[in-house]
């Protein structure tokens, strides 16, 4: 059943999640994102942070960081839902394993929740944790819950009814197993996340690589291509999502893929790529130079024409299959 504007009103708080559901994104995720845009060497320091715990890792990444929340990609078909269901006198509730420190200032932003309840440093406010706490505040059954992953099969167990949100693959079967069907309402994801995958791979800009002097090269160009694209995706998110202008906006930035996808796509497609380019010393140097033109050529032209784009990336692209097809 999907989650309509007329569904019955209720005196029940609804509670929302945060991450992957009321925003198409992970704040987590989003924090690691601009430590690398702003301050990269910082991230040496992530691998201690994660061995005191996931909440610790979070709250210190808050000190680093300060995200523009205007432009993080809401929900918006969750969000008029929420206001909606606000005006009918429904209390709202985020609750999220986010810090309660940035959690406060995304609601201060919004200005629709009656409470947040965030991790604190110690406790990680996901799963167990967070249905224990809402049976605390509301009772069992006595609370809606709106979510998006495995992890929130422990609320909705506790909920009255649960909003599945953009569901992870085997999810919202999940939610069926734990609801009776007149307890489960569904908001589904706009764009698949495999058509987003392709998306993100930009495979159109493969044709480029026709003219490549061997298979191996063709490969390993195109793969190279394929994970530099995604590393401008994720340095380029936050101009792109100040933009007015709806040119050149990834997959990433509007929230269609995970960044969480983006960090392990990536570094695979460049590390796959170096068994097909770097067999020979020639194109292994090639290699080298060509990463730093290409990644320099990507970012300089997101903001302008598409067609004007895909030429200035095209022609660094056939200059380089040129200079490597007279030196093998």
């Keep these: 059943m999907l989650l309509t504007p007329d569904q ?20 987590f995720h989003e924090m690691m994102v601009s430590l690398l845009i702003h301050k990269p060497w ?17 709250a210190q990444l808050i000190t680093y960081t300060d995200l523009d929340l205007a432009t993080l990609p809401y ?13 009918e006198g429904r209390p ?11 959690a406060q200032k995304i609601s201060d932003h919004l200005g629709i929740f009656q409470k947040v309840i965030g991790s604190d440093g110690k406790i990680n406010m ?17 609370f809606d819950y709106a979510g998006d ?7 909705w167990n506790l909920a009255h009814k649960a909003i599945v949100v953009c569901p992870k693959r085997g999810v919202l079967k999940k939610a069926h197993s734990l ?10 994801r706009e764009k698949q996340r495999m058509w987003a995958c392709i998306l993100a791979l930009r495979p159109l800009f493969w ?5 490549s002097p061997s298979f191996a090269v063709f490969m390993g160009m195109s793969l190279l291509s394929s994970g530099l694209f995604i590393l401008g995706d994720l340095l380029m998110i936050e101009k792109e999502r100040q933009q007015k202008s709806t040119l050149i906006k990834s997959v990433f930035t509007k929230g269609q893929l995970h960044l969480s996808t983006a960090f392990m796509m990536a570094p695979f497609l460049i590390a796959f790529s170096t068994f097909f380019l770097f067999s020979s010393v020639k194109l292994s140097m090639y290699s080298a130079l060509y990463v730093p033109l290409f990644i320099s050529m990507d970012c300089f032209s997101r903001h302008l024409f598409p067609s004007l784009r895909w030429t200035l990336l095209g022609l660094l692209q056939l200059l380089i299959l040129l200079l490597v097809s007279l030196s093998l």
């Design 92 to 102: 709202l509730i985020l609750a999220t394993g986010t810090d309660q420190r940035l």
């Design 75 to 87: 929900n918006k078909a969750l969000l008029s839902f929420a206001r909606q269901a606000r005006e």
């Design 207 to 211: 044709a480029f690589n026709v003219l």
């Design 42 to 58: 910082i991230l040496v320091k992530f691998p201690f942070w994660f061995l005191k715990g996931r909440p610790y890792t979070k």
């Design 179 to 188: 609801k009776k069907s007149e307890h489960i309402h569904l908001i589904p």
């Design 126 to 142: 996901t799963g167990r944790q967070k249905g224990s706490t809402l049976v605390e505040h509301f009772g069992v059954h006595g």
């Design 149 to 155: 992953s495995s992890i929130d099969e422990w609320v």
């Design 8 to 27: 019955p009103s209720s005196s029940l708080p609804l509670v929302l999640d945060l991450d992957g559901t009321l925003i198409h994104t992970d704040t």
